[in-house]
C-alpha cells in the first residue's frame, strides 16, 4: 500500500459512520451515471427524491473530499445554475428535434401528395383510351359492321378490343387502388403533421417561459462543459476516498 492510499485510509477511519455512508451513497448513485442523466434525474419535477437529502451534519473530512462532497451538490442541487442551463439547453435539443420531426413529415405530406396527383393524371390519361375502345367495341358489334365483315374477323377485332379494355382498367383499378392507399397514408401523415407542429410549439413555449433574457447557447454549453468536468474530477476523489474506506 502506498503513502498516499495509506493517508486515505487513516483519513477515512477518522470519518463518522454517517458522513462514510453518506459519501458511499453518493458513489454508489453516480459511478455509472453520465453527467446528462445525472442532470436529467435532478432537473425532472416528477422526481421526488434527491441525491442529497440524506447528507448529515457537517463532520470531520478530508478538505479535498469536503470540496468534492460541496462540488457536487453545487452542481446538482435542485434549482442550481447548472440544472438551469441544462434545462434551457434539453428544451433547445427538444425543440429541434421536434424542428426536424415537423420538416420531415412535411416533406412526406409533400411527396405522398405529388403521388397521389402523379396516379389521378395517370387515371385522367387512360380515360380518353377506354372511351376509344369502348366506341370501337360498339362499332365492332353494330349490324352494320358484323354485315362487313366475315364473323371470324368481327369475332377477332371483338376480342382484342375487349383484351386491350381488360388491361386498361386493369391498369386504371390499379391506380385508383394506389390513390386510395395514398390518400389513407396522407391522412395518417397529416395527423401526425399535426401534432408535431403542437409538441413544436410547446417546446417553444418551454423555453419562452424561462425569461426573456435567457443566456446564450454558446453561454449555456460553456457552463456544462466546464460543470461535466467538475463533477468528474469531484467524483474521482469521493471514489477514491470511499475505496480507501473498505
Same mark, same amino acid.
Given at each position: 500500500?502506498?503513502? *498516499? ?11 463518522? %459512520? ?10 454508489? !448513485?453516480?459511478? *455509472?451515471?453520465?453527467?446528462? *442523466?445525472?442532470?436529467? +434525474? ?7 427524491? +434527491?441525491?442529497?437529502?440524506?447528507? %448529515?451534519? %457537517?463532520?470531520?473530512? %478530508? ?6 462532497? +460541496?462540488?457536487? !451538490? +453545487? ?5 442550481? $445554475? ?6 434551457? #439547453?434539453?428544451? &433547445? ?17 409533400? =411527396?405522398?401528395?405529388?403521388?397521389? =396527383? ?9 380515360? $380518353? ?22 364473323? !371470324? ?10 383484351? &386491350?379494355?381488360?388491361?386498361? #382498367? ?41 425569461? $426573456?433574457?435567457? $443566456? ?6 460553456? /457552463?456544462?462543459?466546464?460543470? #461535466? ?7 474521482? /476523489?469521493?471514489? #477514491? ?6
Amino acid at each position: 500500500m502506498g503513502r *498516499d492510499s495509506t493517508t486515505a485510509a487513516s483519513a477515512a477511519a477518522g470519518v463518522e %459512520p454517517a458522513a462514510l455512508a453518506y459519501i458511499r451513497h453518493l458513489v454508489e !448513485e453516480l459511478e *455509472d451515471t453520465a453527467f446528462e *442523466d445525472a442532470c436529467s +434525474d435532478q432537473a425532472d419535477e416528477f422526481n421526488d427524491g +434527491d441525491l442529497f437529502h440524506r447528507r %448529515p451534519e %457537517p463532520s470531520e473530512v %478530508p478538505a479535498a473530499v469536503a470540496r468534492a462532497l +460541496d462540488g457536487v !451538490e +453545487d452542481l446538482l442541487w435542485k434549482g442550481s $445554475p447548472t440544472l438551469a442551463a441544462y434545462a434551457r #439547453q434539453d428544451a &433547445r435539443n427538444r425543440r429541434l428535434e421536434q424542428q426536424n420531426v415537423v420538416a420531415a413529415t412535411a416533406a412526406a405530406v409533400a =411527396d405522398t401528395g405529388a403521388a397521389v =396527383d402523379a396516379h389521378r393524371r395517370a387515371i385522367a390519361a387512360k380515360l $380518353p383510351r377506354l372511351r376509344a375502345l369502348r366506341a370501337r367495341l360498339a362499332a365492332l358489334t353494330t349490324t352494320a359492321s358484323a354485315a362487313a365483315g366475315s364473323a !371470324e374477323e368481327v369475332t377477332g377485332a371483338v376480342v382484342s378490343v375487349l383484351e &386491350r379494355m381488360n388491361r386498361a #382498367q386493369e391498369e386504371e383499378a390499379a391506380a385508383a387502388a394506389a390513390v386510395d392507399g395514398l390518400r389513407a397514408s396522407l391522412a395518417g401523415l397529416l395527423e401526425r403533421l399535426v401534432l408535431a407542429v403542437e409538441e413544436a410549439e410547446e417546446e417553444e413555449a418551454k423555453l419562452e417561459a424561462m425569461g $426573456p433574457e435567457l $443566456p446564450g447557447l454558446a453561454e449555456d454549453v460553456g /457552463v456544462l462543459f466546464r460543470a #461535466q468536468k467538475r463533477f468528474l474530477d469531484c467524483l474521482r /476523489v469521493l471514489r #477514491q476516498f470511499a475505496a480507501s474506506a473498505r
